[in-house]
């Protein structure tokens, strides 16, 4: 990324004023990024910006509540929870300070291991914006980009950091290949059982491990969610599909209408289950009868927050 | 060890004693006689009290082994497994685990002096070794307790503390944070901190010292018997952990490589600043 | 150790045979991730990819019940009611095939502490017991793979019973334990022939692409000696989710949580997977949290792998080196990196 050097100089100049700022660094491998959090000058040469950049670090923020001052270099997506969570007023907007930058979207390891394997195994990867070159053993290939990256990117109408103080480079002129998520759309003509049938042979294979929730941006009830209490108990220690799909189903229900689908929730998955289809539903349902994207404007009152008589979007029948 | 060391014995509840508004102590003997006849545990060991369909919690046994009518537990209502043991009546089954965990080095302490300082619901480890070293009265010297709780209300074992103020042989010192109108008449009634109050009693420092108590008095009162120059190998304290199986296994009451479910609840003090700071 | 030989296409009559009186675990492809479950029609077993979750749920399942216990109402005096418990120890016999030998040698981690002289899980043993394990060596590696750095290798039989290792058209397979070589008594095995020198040379080429190894024999002490040092745990911690992902992957965790599952007034006593990085592990009913922060937290599981475990079994590390907790932590949370950066300031800290 050309404007990496200018990014860098822009988080130098304001880091004096700032605790921490929140951003990415290379990971254990070429495919792996992993957060990154600048306190010192030294920090800033680690930071990346690349399609491997898959962490929200926003996730962070709940932990860094409290007149704490952060600065965050975020996607398109990842600007989104901030403006959600501004909504909810669980942040200050003086205590943030953030980092925009044009987002030409980011790989997806899933879809990824599905075509090559373990990533593990992947020995040298190169992406051009337009095709990806893989090389895996004796074995190379260049499949386009768009088959690789992540479901997100291919509906983003958001490439650009939104409410940013600081913005680098290029504003992203990607443009959205579909409208419509094409997973969910393919998923809705199911028949109703085995629709069911599909939530009970992902649901199995969930280990409870929270993942999802504690990856996702939303989630600010931090340690003391209902999932874990013991009193009342809503759930079982038993891992079985009835108390998976009802973590889930809390889980999805407790996002309505705050949900910004980063969908660091199904990229945390370490079981790869499609949690997202749950999230889209009910973001399109908002999205059907309150007119509302979730945190793209920070003025907005998020729908199932605020009592209105008389819904605009919604036509009662009398 | 048990075969099945995570399988209870099924008990019953002989008797109830409300000891505080929220302190309440449970006798219990094992339904099956054989298993009653054939149980030794050594003071300072720990039980496990199993409700049925709530869980598990772990319990000194405070009742003496030179006592064996029944098995003794004090239970502070805290959490979702001691409020559903407070409900329980007389004739109520329990599971009991025990005996769990190590002991006070009774055999190392004989002919010495020892001086008990227990705060609130900390009485209850003190009380079985206290107990014990009274039925085993000429192994030991000169036994000191120094007992405190937040308000006269608070202190438990009252039937036991009226005994031991009229033996001759243990000197007993009560205080109290709060006192009411009546506290301070008797001479053995002090008002103030639990360290102020053993500063002020001021025990032979040759001694062994036995504390336990909140971890916020522990730690002021192992300062005061460092001030009073008792031995660091010399003061016993039990620890609290959040504790699932009690045999060393689920992994939560570890401290370093010691496990306080096995490797105590009973530790010195110098062996305590072996262990890497985490309490 | 004899070396016999098993052709591809014969692996699944053995198998087939084998389930006739074991639930045996393979390797598939559940939706997605490869994960072990018990053979049946239509399930393939996957062997060219490493397996997201560890074999050691065949021994140690998410969720084991203990006992059960059902309260019965006293028709003389309805005030009050006794309880009966049973106990309820496991009785299948299972063969765990194809997981690879990091996560067989992740079982003698828990042999260590689940079953010796001080005491014995009859669950654990019970299960060990009646559990062979038909390990897999490696002929590839993967970035997150360190098993050579923490005494074990890719062919490792720590913890198996038979030995397989991939050679042109098939397997050969080297019985570990007795039972093992019972095992290889089946008449799918031919002689191993030249196909054991092609092995051996396999097993050699494998080893050779992990290259050197790290040595973490002075992280017991080095780990002790940054105990209190918050700003560096804080600083490795920083990413951490604080989700369980990393230790339920794990073949070698095996801390649990004991909970009663109740319906009306009948239920069960179950064991369940817990996760040292959660922060209702060790909270306590007073409020108190001796593990309060995320970094306590990451700072205890490394020290149990890299310290406290050695220190208590002869040194031995309690990680396999499979590289689960990095390859699938949300944050790319590198256990390696954690324990050699301690490994660094330790030492530092010991010359000031």
Redesign the interface.
């Known amino acids: 990324m050309q404007a990496l050097a200018e990014l860098k100089e822009q988080i130098r100049q304001a880091l004096p004023d700032l605790d921490v700022v929140i951003g990415w660094q290379q990971g254990f491998d070429a495919l792996h990024t992993r957060p990154l959090f600048i306190r010192s000058e030294e920090d800033i040469d680690k930071l990346v910006v690349n399609e491997f950049c898959v962490v929200n670090p926003a996730s962070y923020l709940r932990e860094l509540r409290g007149g704490k001052k952060v600065g965050l270099v975020l996607k398109g997506c990842d600007s989104r929870s901030v403006i959600e969570l501004l909504q909810e007023d669980l942040l200050k907007e003086e205590d943030l300070t953030i980092f925009g930058f044009g987002c030409n979207g980011i790989l997806n390891h899933t879809k990824l291991q599905a075509r090559f394997g373990e990533l593990g195994f992947i020995q040298s990867i190169e992406n051009d914006g337009a095709n990806v070159t893989v090389v895996v053993g004796d074995n190379k290939e260049t499949v386009p980009f768009t088959e690789l990256c992540a479901d997100k990117c291919l509906t983003c109408v958001y490439p650009n950091t939104l409410q940013c103080s600081h913005f680098v480079g290029e504003e992203s002129t990607k443009k959205p290949e579909s409208e419509k998520n094409k997973a969910l759309e393919e998923f809705e003509k199911l028949s109703l059982e085995e629709r069911f049938a599909f939530w009970q042979d992902q649901m199995r294979r969930c280990i409870r491990c929270y993942a999802c929730r504690n990856a996702c941006p939303m989630c600010v009830c931090k340690d003391h969610c209902i999932a874990n209490s013991r009193e009342p108990k809503w759930l079982s220690e038993e891992v079985d599909v009835q108390n998976n799909f009802m973590f889930q189903l809390i889980h999805v229900m407790h996002l309505t209408g705050r949900c910004v689908e980063c969908g660091e929730c199904e990229r945390a998955c370490p079981m790869d289950i499609p949690i997202m289809l749950l999230r889209r539903k009910m973001a399109g349902v908002i999205r059907d009868v309150f007119a509302y994207n979730a945190g793209t404007n920070a003025e907005d009152t998020p729908p199932l927050m605020c009592f209105k008589v008389e819904e605009p979007t919604i036509e009662e029948r009398h | ?1 048990k ?6 014995d ?1 008990a019953t509840i002989m008797e109830v004693v409300e000891e505080t508004s929220n302190i309440k102590t449970f006798r219990v003997r094992f339904n099956d006689e054989n298993v009653m006849k054939n149980f030794t545990f050594e003071p300072g060991q720990v039980g496990q009290l199993s409700v ?6 772990t319990f000194v046994i405070n009742s003496s082994p030179t006592r064996m009518d029944y098995l003794q537990f004090s239970v502070m209502r ?3 497994v ?1 409020s559903r043991i407070h409900q329980l ?1 007389v ?3 329990v ?1 009991v685990r025990a005996p769990l965990g190590n002991a006070f080095p009774t055999e190392e302490m004989k002919g010495q002096d020892v001086t008990f300082i227990g705060g609130g619901i900390g009485m209850a480890p003190l009380r079985t070794l206290l107990v014990y070293m009274l039925d085993n009265r000429d192994d030991y010297g000169k036994i000191t307790l120094l007992y405190g709780a937040r308000s006269p209300q608070d202190l438990s074992y009252q039937e036991d503390i009226a005994e031991w103020i009229e033996r001759d042989d243990i000197d007993v010192v009560l205080t109290v944070d709060n006192p009411d109108e009546e506290w301070g008449k008797k001479p053995y009634e002090k008002a103030g901190l639990i360290p102020n109050v053993l500063k002020e009693i001021n025990p032979d420092n040759k001694g062994y010292a036995v504390t336990c108590g909140p ?1 916020i008095m522990i730690k002021f009162t192992l300062m005061a018997l460092n001030e009073l120059g008792f031995k660091d190998d010399k003061i016993l304290t039990t620890l ?3 504790m ?2 009690g ?6 009451c ?4 010691k496990y306080v479910c ?1 490797d105590g609840p009973v530790f010195k003090y110098s062996e305590l600043q072996e262990l ?4 | 150790m004899a070396c016999k030989f098993i052709s591809n296409e014969d692996i699944t009559l053995w198998l087939e045979a084998l389930a006739k009186d074991h639930v045996v675990f393979v390797p598939v492809d559940d939706c997605g991730s490869v994960t072990f479950r018990p053979l049946a029609e239509g399930r393939k077993p996957v062997l060219d990819r490493v397996p997201v979750r560890s074999p050691k749920e065949a021994v140690f399942p998410q969720n084991e019940t203990l006992l059960l216990y059902k309260y019965e109402k006293d028709l003389e005096d309805p005030e009050h009611s006794t309880v009966r418990i049973k106990e309820t120890l496991p009785k299948e016999r299972a063969v765990v095939f194809g997981t690879r030998p990091c996560g067989a040698r992740g079982m003698t981690v828990f042999d260590r502490v689940f079953d010796n002289e001080r005491i014995r899980d009859p669950y654990y043993a019970t299960r060990r017991e009646n559990t062979l394990f038909i390990t897999l060596a490696c002929n590839k590696v993967e970035s997150t793979c360190f098993c050579h750095e923490v005494g074990s290798g890719p062919a490792d039989t720590a913890g198996s019973d038979v030995l397989l290792t991939p050679v042109q058209g098939g397997y050969t397979a080297e019985a570990v334990t007795e039972r093992g070589g019972q095992m290889l008594e089946a008449s799918v095995f031919a002689d191993g022939g030249n196909k054991c020198a092609e092995a051996e040379e396999v097993k050699k080429a494998t080893r050779e692409m992990l290259g050197e190894a790290h040595d973490y024999s002075d992280a017991p002490e080095k780990l002790l000696a940054v105990f209190d040092d918050d700003e560096f745990w804080e600083e490795q911690a920083a990413g951490c989710i604080s989700c369980g992902a990393c230790t339920y992957l794990c073949p070698t965790c095996y801390c649990f949580n004991i909970t009663d599952e109740a319906t009306g007034t009948t239920g069960k006593r179950l064991r369940t997977w817990d996760t040292c990085m959660s922060f209702q592990y060790t909270l306590e009913g007073s409020g108190h949290n001796p593990r309060s922060t995320k970094a306590k937290r990451l700072k205890n599981r490394v020290n149990h792998k890299f310290s406290y475990y050695p220190d208590t079994y002869e040194k031995n590390i309690a990680c396999c080196g499979c590289g689960r907790c990095i390859k699938s932590c949300p944050a790319s949370v590198d256990i390696r990196a954690i324990v050699k950066a301690a490994q660094a300031r330790g030492a530092k800290k010991e010359s000031k």
């Open positions: 060890m075969a099945n060391p995570v399988l209870p099924m049925f369909g709530i869980g598990e919690s805290v959490g979702e001691t009546k004739g109520d089954s599971g971890p609290e952990k959040r699932k199986c045999v060393g296994l689920c992994g939560r570890n401290i370093g490589d096995v890497p700071n985490e309490l």
